[in-house]
């Protein structure tokens, strides 16, 4: 059965390190998303503790019964709101990106971990295995985070699912470019991504990215990155309508989108090259090849385990509530 429900996306700018700050500030523009109706919001990808590639980054995890976890809970249960963003979490001896959901009642719905990190990413977290798909009252929520909608396996799986929404928190940055072009080249795979998740899903698609600036040292002395987030944050309808959408400007969004029709989808993924499922740059194939030398990496790091134990105080939460 069909039904409307108004969604919105959180578009932001996260300061590196601040998560005090940062939550702050998002709880200011989810007041504006709950007062324009919102019953369901996502926030970007990293949002409390903002995205670095150097291993500073470990100082903003958190466990599962952290701060962070506390903070969403609360915070949805005030506004009466579904919220769900992506944190930097500490668990046992590893550190994981991932994505959380509660509802309006202040409860945790699900925890999704991103698989894999993208390219120079895996320097600094490990790949979950958890499902991407949370029961909720509204329907099967699927879970695409960032670098898992260029995936073809994932969005396979997704479409396997017949989730009735998907939720896709980013912190999308621009890289250094190689070539005149290449900028537009990564905002046009990430505009152009949309409407294909849309088409294969038959869903309504939320995306929210980050916004502002992207400087960063990288490992393995790999150059300096200076550059931007560009938003373009989005919410497409299940029949590929984009209702809402924004620049590079901070922003809230929100729109009525259709939920648990039988929406026309296509009757299998696209594949692009061996592994994408939309069209990519064609300095992608940096990306699996980074990512491998970063699991290399991440594996042998005595720093890493020592910190991630330090946080999560040894304790391995296997549960995803």
């Known amino acids: 059965m069909t039904k409307t429900i ?12 601040r998560v005090e700050q940062n939550l702050e500030h998002a709880e200011a523009l989810i007041r504006q998303a709950a007062e324009k109706g919102a019953e369901l919001l996502l926030l970007p990808e990293l949002m409390p503790g903002g995205f670095m590639l150097t291993e500073e980054v470990w100082e903003t995890a958190e466990t599962i019964n952290g ?5 969403l809970l609360d915070t949805s249960k005030r506004f009466g709101l579904y919220i769900g963003f992506s944190f ?32 120079v990413e895996s320097y600094f977290y490990k790949a979950g295995n958890d499902r991407h ?26 479409h396997s699912e017949n989730a009735d929404l998907l939720l896709s928190p980013f912190a999308a940055g621009r890289p250094n470019p190689f070539i005149p072009g290449d900028i537009k080249r990564f905002d046009r795979m990430i505009t152009g991504s949309r409407a294909i998740l849309s088409r294969t899903l038959g869903v309504p698609v939320i995306m929210a990215n980050q916004t ?27 029949d590929g309508t984009v209702k809402q959408e924004l620049g590079d400007e901070e922003g809230v969004i929100v729109a009525d989108v259709s939920v648990g029709g039988h929406h026309t ?12 499922a939309v069209p990519v740059p064609w300095y ?35 549960s995803s509530k």
């Open 6 to 17: 108004k969604v919105g996306a959180i578009q932001m700018t996260c300061v590196p390190g």
């Open 67 to 71: 701060r962070i976890v506390r903070w």
């Open 88 to 119: 930097l979490e500490a668990d046992g001896e590893d550190f994981y990106n991932s994505f959380i959901l509660s509802d309006p009642k202040g409860k945790l719905l699900g925890r999704v971990r991103k698989k894999p990190p993208a390219s």
């Open 133 to 158: 798909v949370i029961a909720t009252e509204l329907g099967r929520i699927g879970v695409s985070i960032c670098y898992e909608n260029l995936l073809y396996d994932h969005i396979c799986f997704l």
């Open 212 to 238: 502002g600036p992207l400087e960063t040292d990288l490992p393995d002395n790999l150059p300096y990155l200076k550059s931007s987030f560009p938003g373009l944050s989005c919410i497409v309808d299940a």
């Open 265 to 276: 989808r296509a009757m299998s993924p696209a594949k692009y090259g061996k592994m994408w």
């Open 284 to 318: 992608a194939f940096i990306w699996p090849l980074s990512q491998r030398w970063g699991e290399k990496s991440y594996a042998k790091n005595p720093r890493r385990k020592k910190r991630a134990l330090a946080i999560s105080g040894g304790t391995k939460n296997t």
